[in-house]
């Protein structure tokens, strides 16, 4: 197939609660790599991942609990998966609209930090690597820092009355 990539559905009940963070710590305590994990679609009492296919049969063999919650497995087509992602709401002020600084924002890193994790490729945006913190970012930019989350700059960008930026941005959760 030209795209090796299946969906794995995770059913639980709806009054546990589980993150992305539970989800992807059970996968990587099976000591597969990141790269075989596609998308983990948390929802209420449901989540999807897209794996790569040559993985399905072990992770259905291995994986019987998230944390402390038992989990039921089952194949999934991912034609008809619909998703309104979570997030939470974060606002500040920048200097300007460049990816540092917005990254900067968005981690609570310093500017020199995010400029470090940039130049280091560890930085997505629009789901793209970026390596030039001065990249300008535009309201409904999606932007990425590995170990820190994934970020949207939302449409809310006004002047302050000091010069600066005022932004929202919209965290996944």
């Given at each position: 197939?030209?795209?090796?990539?299946?969906?794995?559905?995770?059913?639980?009940?709806?009054?546990?609660?589980?993150?992305?963070?539970?989800?992807?710590?059970?996968?990587?305590?099976?000591?597969?790599?990141?790269?075989?994990?596609?998308?983990?679609?948390?929802?209420?009492?449901?989540?999807?991942?897209?794996?790569?296919?040559?993985?399905?049969?072990?992770f259905?063999?291995?994986?019987?609990?998230?944390?402390?919650?038992?989990?039921?497995?089952?194949?999934?087509?991912?034609?008809?998966?619909?998703?309104?992602?979570?997030?939470?709401?974060?606002?500040?002020?920048?200097?300007?609209?460049?990816?540092?600084?917005?990254?900067?924002?968005?981690?609570?890193?310093?500017?020199?930090?995010?400029?470090?994790?940039?130049?280091?490729?560890?930085?997505?945006?629009?789901?793209?690597i970026?390596?030039?913190?001065?990249?300008?970012?535009?309201?409904?930019?999606?932007?990425?820092?590995?170990?820190?989350?994934?970020?949207?700059?939302?449409?809310?960008?006004?002047?302050?009355?000091?010069?600066?930026?005022?932004?929202?941005?919209?965290?996944?959760?």
């Open positions: 197939p030209l795209f090796p990539i299946v969906g794995l559905k995770l059913e639980y009940r709806k009054s546990e609660t589980l993150s992305h963070r539970d989800f992807l710590g059970s996968f990587m305590a099976l000591g597969v790599r990141r790269e075989v994990i596609g998308d983990i679609l948390v929802g209420n009492g449901q989540t999807v991942v897209c794996l790569y296919e040559k993985q399905f049969d072990y259905t063999d291995n994986i019987k609990k998230i944390g402390r919650v038992g989990v039921t497995l089952t194949p999934c087509i991912l034609d008809g998966i619909t998703f309104e992602p979570k997030f939470k709401e974060l606002t500040g002020t920048v200097a300007s609209l460049r990816l540092d600084a917005v990254l900067a924002e968005a981690t609570g890193l310093s500017r020199e930090k995010a400029s470090v994790l940039i130049r280091s490729g560890l930085v997505n945006c629009n789901y793209e970026v390596q030039s913190g001065s990249r300008p970012l535009q309201p409904g930019d999606v932007f990425s820092a590995k170990g820190y989350g994934k970020f949207l700059l939302s449409g809310e960008v006004r002047p302050t009355k000091k010069g600066r930026l005022f932004i929202t941005i919209q965290k996944y959760v």
